[in-house]
């Protein structure tokens, strides 16, 4: 079910930068039901959006990630098991490769994903992939980040993901 825009702006402004929120889940306020956010998450009814006082639908007011995988090296350690809990994690480690800084928020999106195995720890989903945000700002060329990543394998089956890096606000 559809809950139509995700933001309503009635009177002072708003601008969006880097986010992208089709599809996302949206919780219900009092009185309301919960449902997922259109194509045109922005309504405008007497306010300011990116600088317009356009009344209505906001369309493309949330812009798409950046794919930046050829700017990145993502590497990770080998999995261990916690007995108790039965999670698999490793350690990952982005790196900016390229020359020029990669503006944050700074995803990884874990494509091909080995199936029945689900990541515990994830920030979120995007296009049918789990991620998780490893950096909330900018990365420097030659910078490094490292994150814990979570898998739960019930079937205890090889973990196997395509990482890809993205930009911008999942």
Do not use: E
Not at 31 to 50: E, I, K, L
Not at 134 to 146: D, N
């Amino acid at each position: 079910m559809a809950a139509g825009p995700a933001i309503f702006v009635n009177q002072g402004s708003v601008t969006i930068v880097d986010s992208n929120s089709i599809g996302q889940s949206a919780t219900a306020g009092t009185g309301a039901s919960n449902g997922t956010a259109d194509a045109t998450p922005v309504f405008n009814f007497a306010g300011m959006v990116n600088g317009s006082s356009t009344a209505g639908p906001i369309a493309g007011a949330f812009p798409p990630p950046t794919d930046v995988s050829s700017q990145v090296s993502v590497t990770q350690t080998g999995f261990l098991r916690n007995r108790v809990t039965g999670i698999w994690s490793s350690t990952m480690t982005v790196t900016n490769v390229g020359a020029t800084p990669i503006a944050g928020p700074v995803q990884v999106l874990f494509t091909n994903l080995t199936a029945g195995v689900g990541m515990t720890n994830k920030t979120g989903m995007y296009q049918g992939a789990p991620f998780l945000t490893v950096s909330a700002g900018t990365m420097a060329p030659g910078a490094s980040v490292s994150v814990s990543i979570q898998f739960s394998d019930p079937s205890n089956s090889l973990i196997q993901f395509t990482p890809a890096t993205d930009t911008g606000v999942i």
